[in-house]
């Protein structure tokens, strides 16, 4: 996809190490969908299995009171499921980050009209815009999905100015289409 409004030679430089924190980060924001969905089927799953046996043996006047306990019971189990969840979530990414030896080197990305260059040590990747599947932007990061399960990850800490992260915007609405952006 060609751009009209920006130059052909706006091109934004980014240098950083990605830090375990963000990673980890990052983890949480991958799986915070899945991780939401499931905590509500848990908490409606729960409250059902009480709800549904009971129905008929209780008063109707005390139903509001068995209700409230059903679904005091169900937060009470889903909760807990939600923090494993997440805890899980930080063990597995921190246990990949300590693992990957490539993650911990120092990056630099070179984002233009075109593509987006990946660097380090001696290796150079590149990406045709074309290759992102979703770009999300949450308050401390960036991240660009390559695949389901593999992004380029962006902690603003990388960007010098305000005026970078608007380019790095601009770019990125520019070159993918409205359904692949998420911010």
């Given at each position: 996809?060609?751009?009209?409004?920006?130059?052909?030679?706006d091109?934004?430089?980014?240098?950083?190490?990605?830090?375990?924190?963000?990673?980890?980060?990052?983890?949480?924001?991958?799986?915070?969908?899945?991780?939401?969905?499931?905590?509500?089927?848990?908490?409606?799953?729960?409250?059902?299995?009480?709800?549904?046996?009971?129905?008929?043996?209780?008063?109707?006047?005390?139903?509001?009171?068995?209700?409230?306990?059903?679904?005091?019971?169900?937060?009470?189990?889903?909760?807990?499921?939600?923090?494993?969840?997440?805890?899980?979530?930080?063990?597995?990414?921190?246990?990949?980050?300590?693992?990957?030896?490539?993650?911990?080197?120092?990056?630099?990305?070179?984002?233009?009209?075109?593509?987006?260059?990946?660097?380090?040590?001696?290796s150079?990747?590149y990406?045709?815009?074309?290759?992102?599947?979703?770009?999300?932007?949450?308050?401390?990061?960036?991240?660009?999905?390559?695949?389901?399960?593999?992004?380029?990850?962006?902690?603003?800490?990388?960007?010098?100015?305000?005026?970078?992260?608007?380019?790095?915007?601009?770019?990125?609405?520019?070159?993918?289409?409205?359904?692949?952006?998420?911010?």
């Open positions: 996809m060609k751009r009209e409004s920006l130059p052909e030679n091109t934004l430089v980014l240098r950083g190490t990605l830090t375990e924190k963000e990673f980890v980060k990052y983890g949480y924001y991958h799986f915070k969908k899945l991780h939401m969905i499931l905590f509500y089927f848990l908490l409606f799953f729960t409250f059902l299995v009480f709800a549904v046996p009971t129905t008929k043996a209780v008063e109707a006047d005390l139903y509001i009171y068995f209700y409230l306990l059903y679904a005091i019971i169900s937060l009470v189990v889903s909760l807990p499921a939600l923090l494993l969840g997440k805890f899980a979530v930080k063990v597995k990414a921190s246990s990949e980050y300590k693992s990957d030896q490539l993650i911990k080197n120092e990056m630099t990305y070179t984002f233009n009209a075109n593509e987006i260059q990946q660097k380090f040590d001696r150079i990747g990406y045709d815009w074309n290759q992102i599947q979703a770009a999300y932007e949450s308050k401390d990061m960036f991240r660009l999905y390559v695949s389901r399960a593999k992004a380029i990850i962006l902690p603003k800490r990388f960007f010098s100015s305000e005026v970078e992260i608007q380019l790095l915007k601009s770019l990125i609405k520019e070159n993918l289409s409205k359904e692949k952006v998420k911010f």
